[in-house]
């Protein structure tokens, strides 16, 4: 059987949580002192919010946390019902640990209807003497402020470089194979900071043999961010003809979307060095070529008009 490994490397510790060393320090301060606040853990996916809310359920009830402790995901349901049943059955169900209080853990409960989240709030006020709300979002103010005031707001960030390095590391190395500078940085710039896919991408080449970043990128189905200040670079430079040959490689051979090439372009003109007026200009090109993507327009005709506005834009600073 092979372990998906997302849950077998998940830290059931606070101490083992990378990369939300401000968060962390103050959870571990209620944990000490046996007292938790109503709670909201907003920021990105695979950032640690589930995860820290589990270890902190670990670390005050031990063994016996799963009884203590209900995950409901709300964006499966999000609807009232959710919260009149599921939610206040096990609310008003009196303890079984010593604390006085149990812990409910809603995942993505930005999803939570206007209506469930007011019902919810009228739930935190009756037994908020035995029962703790962790509410887990993207965004926090999709939460309503009644919940809001009620709750400590903890922002998780996107992981950095060398906390996602250390963890990974210390992964492959648990899995008997070693992880090069390149290869490290090809799946920090895939994952952007979210661990949960990090991971995932490091599983996957685990088994694929050769491991470097051109191999992490194809699996990945992305192109290597070189690629794309080289495309930059042609087009800006007025080559039109060679860089829509780069393109028709993006598209037909790597498969790449018009959105997917526009973001990439979008990622290394905000790296490049070039005069902040043609940057500019840069930018809102791209931002014009994903909009009229979004709209439904036609693809390729879009993707060779953004190359001929970054030769013209190019042009104008030769």
């Given at each position: 059987m092979i372990d998906i490994w997302i849950e077998k490397y998940r830290p059931s510790k606070l101490s083992d949580i990378v990369g939300q060393d401000a968060n962390i320090r103050k959870i571990r301060s209620f944990v000490e002192h046996k007292q938790l606040p109503h709670l909201i853990f907003a920021g990105p996916a695979g950032t640690g919010k589930t995860t820290t809310a589990i270890a902190t359920a670990m670390e005050l009830f031990g063994e016996d946390w799963r009884q203590n402790f209900l995950e409901l995901n709300a964006s499966n349901e999000r609807g009232i019902d959710v919260i009149r049943e599921n939610v206040k059955d096990f609310a008003r169900i009196r303890p079984s640990n010593d604390l006085g209080f149990k812990i409910i853990f809603l995942d993505e409960a930005d999803q939570l209807t206007q209506e469930a989240q007011a019902a919810l709030r009228r739930t935190m006020e009756i037994y908020s003497s035995a029962t703790r709300f962790i509410f887990s979002c993207n965004y926090s103010s999709q939460?309503?402020?009644?919940?809001?005031?009620?709750?400590?707001?903890?922002?998780?960030?996107?992981?950095?470089?060398?906390?996602?390095?250390?963890?990974?590391?210390?992964?492959?190395?648990?899995?008997?194979?070693?992880?090069?500078?390149?290869?490290?940085?090809?799946?920090?710039?895939?994952?952007?900071?979210?661990?949960?896919?990090?991971?995932?991408?490091?599983?996957?080449?685990?088994?694929?043999?050769?491991?470097?970043?051109?191999?992490?990128?194809?699996?990945?189905?992305?192109?290597?961010?070189?690629?794309?200040?080289?495309?930059l670079s042609k087009a800006l430079s007025g080559a039109f003809d060679e860089a829509r040959e780069d393109l028709d490689q993006m598209v037909i051979d790597r498969g790449l979307s018009g959105i997917d090439i526009i973001r990439g372009l979008h990622s290394s003109i905000r790296k490049e060095k070039v005069a902040p007026k043609q940057k500019l200009q840069v930018i809102m090109a791209l931002g014009e070529a994903e909009f009229r993507l979004v709209e439904g327009a036609t693809e390729l005709i879009q993707l060779d008009s953004l190359l001929a506005r970054l030769a013209s834009i190019g042009n104008e600073f030769n």
């Open positions: 939460i309503i402020l009644p919940i809001q005031s009620r709750t400590v707001v903890m922002r998780f960030r996107p992981i950095d470089y060398n906390s996602m390095k250390s963890r990974l590391q210390q992964i492959a190395k648990a899995e008997q194979f070693s992880l090069s500078e390149d290869a490290m940085e090809a799946i920090y710039s895939i994952s952007e900071g979210d661990l949960r896919k990090a991971l995932n991408v490091l599983q996957t080449i685990s088994n694929s043999g050769e491991i470097n970043a051109a191999r992490i990128y194809e699996i990945a189905g992305m192109a290597n961010p070189k690629d794309f200040r080289l495309l």
